[in-house]
């Protein structure tokens, strides 16, 4: 098991396609199942996929998040530093 982090608009997302699956198998689906479900139609239809590729903005350009040119002498970490950092606990 493993956790996903998901923006607001990406489980809106989420939660309509699994509307779209319950209906289709005429019954609930986890958030897991559908999570399973839509990638393997992407394995299977790739051809769609990689046409959509361009419209799939994963990561702005923009995002300073993702900028390389940061960078951060954080010292000695460990786990509890990562926490206390990254997520607040601690």
């Known amino acids: 098991m ?9 489980k809106e997302t989420l ?4 509307k779209i ?3 289709a198998l ?14 393997e139609f992407a394995l299977r239809h790739r051809d ?3 046409r959509a590729a361009d419209e799939l903005a994963l990561v702005p350009p923009d995002d300073p998040f993702f900028d390389l040119s940061l960078t951060f002498d954080l010292g000695r970490t460990d786990e509890r530093s ?9």
């Open 48 to 50: 769609i996929l990689s």
């Open 15 to 18: 939660r309509k396609a699994s």
């Open 82 to 90: 990562h926490d206390r950092l990254l997520y607040g606990k601690g």
């Open 2 to 10: 493993t956790t996903l982090r998901l923006t607001l608009e990406q």
């Open 26 to 39: 005429g019954r609930k689906v986890s958030q897991g199942d559908a999570v399973e479900a839509l990638a």
């Open 21 to 23: 699956l319950e209906t």
